[in-house]
């Protein structure tokens, strides 16, 4: 079963516009992270964020976690066509991961 | 430094027939996993090792998938006998230690007929 699950399923962007999807999970962690996957290739690690940290950011993106409500965002500032990618968030050390949002962004 | 490896890239078996992966992941990474990825779907766990054993394995299809990583380093998944449901991409991925950053492979490509 997965863990975690990504808000919306699918987002559809102009080129400069902000980006935000969020994820949902049900159990305690230690740890949340975010992966990106390009069509037809590899997932990348994106930003880890731990259970004690609030906001992390790392260039563009910005991820913050709360973890009374157990959910986390991650915002894609001044997006880019190269952006377009599908999002997964990853819980806990046997790293379950959601569905993904579909991000398109359109130049 | 290289990445994970995975081999093949991609196999096409017709069903009941078996068919082998093989991972080798980054050099110093304790923590090897194997995921399955359905079009258009997150990856899902088969099986987590820690160096040679496998600390968790609940979903994996004992039935007909089997694995192994003999010596703590390379890893090889095992499907006998293979179904059409069985079509999917199938992911390697380590780690230096277990819940942090994990690095893909990427990717098994199977095509069951």
């Known amino acids: 079963s997965q863990q975690g699950e990504e808000d919306p399923q699918a987002l559809s962007i102009q080129e400069g516009e902000n980006a935000t999807m969020n994820c949902s999970y049900k159990?305690?962690?230690?740890?949340l992270q975010w992966y990106r996957q390009n069509s037809g290739r590899g997932l990348v690690h994106l930003i880890l964020?731990?259970?004690?940290?609030r906001e992390k950011h790392s260039g563009r993106l910005r991820v913050t976690l709360d973890t009374s409500k157990k959910s986390s965002s991650l915002l894609i500032t001044a997006s880019r066509a190269a952006d377009t990618a599908s999002y997964f968030c990853?819980?806990?050390?046997?790293?379950?991961f959601g569905a993904g949002t579909r991000l398109t962004v359109k130049p | 430094e290289a990445g994970v490896v995975q081999s093949p890239r991609y196999k096409i078996i017709e069903k009941k027939q078996p068919v082998a992966f093989w991972c080798n992941p980054i050099?110093?990474?304790?923590?090897l996993y194997w995921y399955l990825q359905n079009l258009g779907q997150g990856p899902e766990l088969l099986i987590r090792?820690?160096?040679?054993?496998?600390?968790?394995d609940s979903q994996l299809p004992k039935d007909r998938f089997s694995a192994e990583r003999l010596k703590g380093v390379d890893s090889t998944l095992k499907i006998q006998p293979a179904e059409l449901g069985d079509s999917a991409v199938y992911l390697c991925?380590?780690?230096?230690?277990?819940?942090?950053?994990?690095?893909f492979g990427p990717g098994t490509r199977l095509t069951v007929t």
């Open positions: 991925a380590s780690s230096v230690s277990t819940g942090v950053e994990q690095y």
């Open positions: 159990t305690s962690i230690n740890n």
């Open positions: 964020i731990r259970s004690n940290e």
């Open positions: 990853a819980t806990g050390e046997d790293m379950r």
């Open positions: 050099s110093g990474h304790n923590t």
């Open positions: 090792y820690e160096n040679e054993e496998a600390v968790d």
